[in-house]
């Protein structure tokens, strides 16, 4: 797949302040951030644009600097599975950057955003070069890993509704509120929910509206209110002791 177009380039000291915000660039000092930005490609991507696809050959790493972009592809039968959303801050592709690989999935744009790019041997030698970087780069593997394991293990023991409430607690715990009471916005629609865990739109319809019967939550506008996170916490949890070996 070929890159779109660079944007205009932006000043050095401008581009330092942008990249700043990636997770894995925290606390590092202006002249690390200096050494990253000389190697940056920037690109401006709009909404469902495609950044890479499912089986390319492209290697670069892309850090979302402002947008958030979905990871995903489907099936053989073409149903989408949705892997994650990854909000600024974030960064991809750096699987293929270490092993070389096609893509695993496909990236596209889910708003306007502005992304910078670097070349596989620029990212390796990144690692290589600094500690800080390398250790962040084997955090995040780490909690993909956790994370992918997660998942497995609720495909694998869980039922469908089980599946819902876990995504649920799972979308909730990204709201860093300390409230019992939390704001799930924008919510995902029935069928991103259900591409998600893997099921039909039916059959988050009728969780939702059976959670919602039971007051744990309150659907408004574009917002889904989970009314107690300390009972749908509880929820989840017994359910996977249960399904514990």
């Known amino acids: ?10 000043p050095p000291d401008r581009a ?25 490609h920037w690109h401006r991507y709009e909404v469902g644009e495609e950044i890479v696809r499912y089986h390319d050959d ?9 947008g958030e972009m979905r990871v995903h592809y489907y099936s053989m039968s073409g149903q989408e599975v949705i892997l994650c959303d990854l909000p600024a801050g974030e960064l991809f592709g750096e699987l293929t950057a270490i092993d070389s690989r096609s893509r ?27 500690r800080q ?16 394991t997660e998942r497995v293990f609720e495909f694998s023991t869980l039922a469908v509704r089980n599946r819902i409430q876990a995504e649920l607690l799972r979308l909730a715990k990204k709201q860093t509120t300390g409230s019992n009471i939390v704001i799930i916005s924008p919510v995902p629609t029935h069928v991103e929910l259900a591409n998600l865990v893997s099921t039909h739109r039916e059959a988050v319809t009728r969780e939702l509206n059976n959670l919602e019967r039971a007051n744990l939550i309150l659907r408004k506008d574009h917002e889904l209110h989970i009314l107690d996170i300390a009972k749908l916490t509880k929820m989840v949890e017994n359910v996977n002791e ?3 070996p």
């Not at 492209?58 to 402002?66: E, K, L, P």
């Open 16 to 40: 330092c302040a942008i990249l700043s915000i990636i997770k894995e660039f925290k606390g590092l000092p202006s002249s690390d951030l200096e050494t990253i930005a000389q190697v940056c």
């Open 1 to 10: 797949m070929i890159e779109k177009t660079t944007t205009r380039n932006i």
């Open 133 to 148: 970087i390398a250790f962040a780069i084997l955090q995040r593997l780490t909690e993909q890993i956790r994370r992918l």
């Open 58 to 66: 492209s290697n670069s790493v892309f850090f979302i600097t402002q």
């Open 242 to 244: 249960k399904c514990s």
């Open 104 to 130: 695993s999935a496909t990236v596209v744009a889910k708003t306007n955003s502005l992304v910078a790019s670097i070349s596989s041997s620029d990212f390796l030698e990144l690692i290589y070069r600094n």
